[in-house]
């Protein structure tokens, strides 16, 4: 009887794809939280303020169920209320390993045919749960990745299986051959959930899921215009903005920190085939934090519209400069146009 034979990267490949059809996104190691009592923990507190005029953003139409939906509704990628506060950024402490317990459940509802909350952070191993409250159906899709749809819905740089050449069936991107197994140039992104919420008050946990820290970007296929995000960290040190465009992180143990504060990017450029929006890259702005024994440290962030967005963006993780322009990209990766095949590659 004859075994059965496969190269490591075909595979490998395969495995990937399997895991990718069942809705499951393979998780690489991570340094593991511990839980312990923080005697002596600081607090972070700060606000985030837009700068200069914030961009007028057009609604968005609703396509189906309008007796539920309504006709449309207002974009929320940028939400500036009377102050200037940004709601739904969300700041994360980095580099910490042992702290206070996890984070509260967060419930992820949708209401009429909106995501709330539109944003929400986490940590990996809190609770979270999707709701539907309306009485059609909805199915919150969560996409590992922050690229938006131009991203590629397929397994990361595992190549594909031997003697497939050229543009890989259901991918769009190019492939560039290695000892006759070609592999996919690009990044891709990978299914993290996928939940259907037939009936009206009913709830799925979805902690499971949420292994790997990361953005993950959440739609509802019946519904282009609905759109939320969840953060998820590597620990209990994340928060999201209020309508104030406030923040505060308690129990922070004493020691200096990397701060970031992330935003989804607010300037659209297009509407894509399925006729959701598009707009351009989430923003992070980074900054270094010392936190002292039972003391509050502040740490404020500025939001503001560099002009009309452009494409290709420019190179990611870039650091302020004096007088310049700071906040860029959330991905270590840079983006440009495939012209033949009217799609975008992403490539590291």
């Given at each position: 009887?004859?075994?059965?034979?496969?190269?490591?990267?075909?595979?490998?490949?395969?495995?990937?794809?399997?895991?990718?059809?069942?809705?499951?996104?393979?998780?690489?190691?991570?340094?593991?939280?511990?839980?312990?009592?923080?005697?002596?923990?600081?607090?972070?507190?700060?606000?985030?303020?837009?700068?200069?005029?914030?961009?007028?953003?057009?609604?968005?139409?609703?396509?189906?169920?309008?007796?539920?939906?309504?006709?449309?509704?207002?974009?929320e990628a940028l939400v500036v209320g009377p102050d200037r506060g940004v709601k739904g950024s969300v700041?994360?402490?980095?580099?910490?390993?042992?702290?206070?317990?996890?984070?509260?459940?967060?419930?992820?509802?949708?209401?009429?045919?909106?995501?709330?909350?539109?944003?929400?952070?986490?940590?990996?191993?809190?609770?979270?749960?999707?709701?539907?409250?309306?009485?059609?159906?909805?199915?919150p899709h969560g996409v590992e990745g922050s690229g938006g749809p131009d991203m590629v819905p397929t397994?990361?740089?595992?190549?594909?299986?031997?003697?497939?050449?050229?543009?890989?069936?259901?991918?769009?991107?190019?492939?560039?051959?290695?000892?006759?197994?070609?592999?996919?140039?690009?990044?891709?992104?990978?299914?993290?959930?996928?939940?259907?919420?037939?009936?009206?008050?009913?709830?799925?946990?979805?902690?499971?899921?949420?292994?790997?820290?990361?953005?993950?970007?959440?739609?509802?296929?019946?519904?282009?215009?609905?759109?939320?995000?969840?953060?998820?960290?590597?620990?209990?040190?994340?928060?999201?903005?209020?309508?104030?465009?406030?923040?505060?992180?308690?129990?922070?143990?004493?020691?200096?920190?990397?701060?970031?504060?992330?935003?989804?990017?607010?300037?659209?450029?297009?509407?894509?085939?399925?006729?959701?929006?598009?707009?351009?890259?989430?923003?992070?702005?980074?900054?270094?934090?010392?936190?002292?024994?039972?003391?509050?440290?502040?740490?404020?962030?500025?939001?503001?519209?560099?002009?009309?967005?452009?494409?290709?963006?420019?190179?990611?993780?870039?650091?302020?400069?004096?007088?310049?322009?700071?906040?860029?990209?959330?991905?270590?990766?840079?983006?440009?146009?495939?012209?033949?095949?009217?799609?975008?590659?992403?490539?590291?």
């Amino acid at each position: 009887m004859r075994r059965a034979r496969c190269g490591i990267a075909r595979c490998a490949w395969v495995v990937a794809l399997a895991s990718v059809a069942l809705g499951v996104a393979p998780a690489p190691a991570i340094a593991s939280y511990e839980e312990i009592v923080v005697p002596d923990g600081g607090t972070l507190a700060g606000t985030v303020r837009f700068v200069g005029t914030p961009p007028k953003l057009e609604p968005l139409a609703v396509t189906r169920h309008r007796e539920v939906c309504g006709k449309g509704t207002p974009s929320e990628a940028l939400v500036v209320g009377p102050d200037r506060g940004v709601k739904g950024s969300v700041i994360r402490i980095e580099g910490v390993r042992r702290g206070k317990r996890k984070t509260a459940e967060v419930v992820i509802d949708s209401v009429n045919c909106l995501f709330v909350p539109h944003v929400a952070g986490t940590s990996v191993g809190a609770r979270v749960r999707v709701k539907n409250s309306d009485r059609v159906l909805h199915n919150p899709h969560g996409v590992e990745g922050s690229g938006g749809p131009d991203m590629v819905p397929t397994p990361p740089a595992l190549g594909t299986p031997r003697g497939v050449r050229g543009r890989t069936r259901g991918v769009r991107g190019r492939t560039r051959g290695a000892r006759g197994v070609p592999r996919f140039t690009g990044t891709f992104q990978v299914s993290v959930f996928n939940v259907a919420l037939p009936h009206k008050e009913q709830i799925v946990d979805i902690t499971r899921r949420l292994t790997t820290p990361g953005v993950i970007r959440i739609t509802c296929d019946p519904h282009p215009h609905m759109l939320g995000w969840l953060v998820v960290h590597d620990s209990p040190y994340v928060a999201t903005t209020d309508e104030r465009g406030a923040y505060r992180i308690d129990g922070i143990p004493p020691g200096t920190y990397r701060v970031t504060m992330w935003h989804e990017g607010f300037r659209r450029r297009r509407t894509g085939a399925d006729g959701r929006p598009v707009y351009d890259h989430p923003r992070t702005v980074a900054r270094t934090v010392t936190i002292a024994p039972r003391a509050t440290a502040t740490a404020d962030f500025e939001l503001r519209s560099w002009g009309a967005p452009k494409w290709p963006p420019k190179p990611p993780n870039a650091r302020e400069r004096p007088g310049g322009p700071g906040p860029l990209l959330d991905s270590p990766i840079r983006s440009r146009p495939l012209r033949s095949w009217g799609a975008s590659i992403v490539s590291p």
